[in-house]
């Protein structure tokens, strides 16, 4: 299967501090999604995103393909975006890998 | 309201005795899938359906059976429930080609 691996594993956070997470994949995918998983275990979704670049407000994504790597950007840090993010991405054969997650603290 | 729902939301029970979880979509998708949540693991896909009566293992599928007799719904069954398959599941679904996954709720299951 597809390696996916997240870093940082925790991040703390001064509320309205920007911050960059990463994922990087060890294959080719067809699928890739950015999700946000709040403290009370919700799956959100923030981007499907398996090339280029996107923005929704305060949050952007960027992924390479071609060099199997995507990141999330967060601007303007509040403390509603604590929780974790996950990446996911899904090989040719419509199969789905998660990495383990960012840990995401914003304190006030 | 377009929703993928999971039903129950909380279980325990105890090892051995045959339970059901059930997921269903208004979402007319094609590609179902389920998941569980362990602490440190992220998530692990345990099956997935790319549509009606078409099912294929994930990366966990031991203890897991599913079935897709109608597009709409994808339960998964757990004939002999054991500790280790206390976790945090999640159904999810999507369209088939590039479209994202969108995902139910979440059921915790903790299995005595």
């Known amino acids: 299967g597809i390696q996916v691996e997240q870093s940082p594993p925790d991040l703390i956070l001064q509320e309205g501090a920007n911050s960059t997470l990463r994922c990087n994949f060890s294959d080719s995918v067809n699928n890739l999604q950015w999700f946000h998983q709040n403290p009370w275990g919700q799956l959100i979704n923030l981007f499907y995103?398996?090339?280029g670049t996107k923005q929704n407000g305060r949050l952007s994504a960027t992924t390479v393909a071609t060099e199997r790597y995507s990141l999330l950007y967060i601007s303007s840090s509040q403390t509603t975006d604590s929780g974790v993010y996950f990446c996911?991405?899904?090989?040719?054969?419509?199969?789905?890998?998660f990495g383990t997650g960012t840990s995401l603290t914003v304190i006030p | 309201e377009a929703q993928v729902t999971q039903n129950p939301r909380y279980l325990i029970t105890v090892t051995g005795k045959k339970l059901t979880v059930t997921c269903s979509q208004n979402m007319n998708h094609e590609y179902m899938s389920w998941y569980r949540q362990d602490p440190g693991l992220g998530l692990r896909q345990i099956y997935y359906s790319m549509n009606v009566e078409v099912t294929d293992k994930g990366d966990v599928p031991e203890g897991y059976k599913v079935s897709r007799k109608e597009k709409r719904n994808f339960p998964l069954i757990l004939e002999s429930p054991s500790p280790n398959q206390t976790s945090l599941y999640f159904c999810?679904?999507?369209?088939?080609?590039?479209?994202?996954?969108?995902f139910g709720p979440g059921t915790r299951l903790t299995v005595t």
């Open positions: 995103i398996p090339s």
């Open positions: 996911a991405v899904m090989n040719t054969g419509n199969q789905f890998y």
């Open positions: 999810a679904s999507r369209r088939t080609g590039p479209y994202e996954q969108y």
